[in-house]
């Protein structure tokens, strides 16, 4: 067990140097570098693949359960309302500021030094296993994804992101798709075609009121939205096509593959879901980690945001410093407060049960 405080300061000076660093979806070669380098300089034997990187506990014995501690270090693109450079890290009135501070770097060092803090311990009935993970904010498949196959089998995994260090049990998934509606072009001034636009708005006027029947009871009921729509080519000629894209935010009270069916059962455009991987989580509130979580003040949540929770297929558990709030706001910050606190009620949670 090392000194926390020591901990926490390398965990911020780890932060300050991830923030300096580009690192945008894709584009995270240099923050993996730092990450391996900094796990090197310890003399931690570390694991890599693209840019994802993940190291075990000294003590690592294939007869013990594992814990899977993961956040990502890929970012957003700097929004055009920011007042200072995204890449400075830069502290004031206890708050650090820099793309990546909030969203989720404050989470990956403060789990870092979690890991740290077990790292040589031999008496813990848990192995764990710690991976920084790319292209999260994107969903990529060279993201955490990418290396389930390669880092072993898993009992459970508490995923950095912000959430205030409350405990996010449920967290929605996703589903993009695409509709058309096909009708009959024709021209405008006669009575010629049919109009596939007044199809398609019988269909947009299904998503904007229908409910789904089952809601669930951390995440409400499913949330549908149409977000884009596209059709016509001339004010004169009556469109033989609509097509128009759905956000549709699932729970666990079906699966995609049910939310899909139900949709296409009602509506008459054809429906086509871009992907039915990013899938809606959820943790028992009896769980251990959970109840931990609880015992020491923590409150539960469901979570409307979602995360690389959505990929990972253990029962995983939402849980980080900073707000959620901030993620991906111009001139982001943390608290460095929220990180110390972090990396303690991480180590007090955890000490409950390893």
Known sequence: MKDKEILFGDALALLKQLIGLSSLSKEEELTANLIDGFFRERDIKTHRKGHNVW????????????ILLNSHHDTVKPNTGYTRDP???????????????NDAGGCLVSLIATFLYFYE??????????????EEEISGKNGIEYVLGDIGPMDFAIVGEPTLMN?????KGLMVLDCNATGKAGHAARDEGDNAIYKALKD??????????KTSGTLGPIKMSVTVIQAGSQHNVVPANCSFVVDVRTTDAYSNEE?????????????????????????PESHPIVQAG???????????TMSDQALIPVTSLKLGPGDSARSHMADEFIYIDEIREGINLYIEILNKIV
Not at 259 to 283: F, W
């Open 167 to 171: 405990l996010a049990i449920a967290e």
């Open 55 to 66: 190291v075990y506990n000294a003590y690592y014995d294939t007869n013990k359960p594992t």
């Open 204 to 213: 947009v006027e299904w998503f904007k009121n229908y409910a789904i029947e």
């Open 87 to 101: 890449l400075a890290a830069t502290v004031e009135d206890g708050k650090l500021y820099g793309l990546g501070s």
């Open 259 to 283: 939310t899909l069916a139900i949709i296409k059962s009602h509506v008459a455009s054809e429906v086509t879901a871009r992907s039915t991987r990013l899938k809606s989580s959820s943790i």
């Open 294 to 304: 609880i015992a020491l003040g923590r409150q539960v949540y469901g979570s409307p």
């Open 121 to 134: 311990r031999k008496d813990l009935k848990y192995n764990f296993c710690l991976v920084a993970s790319a």
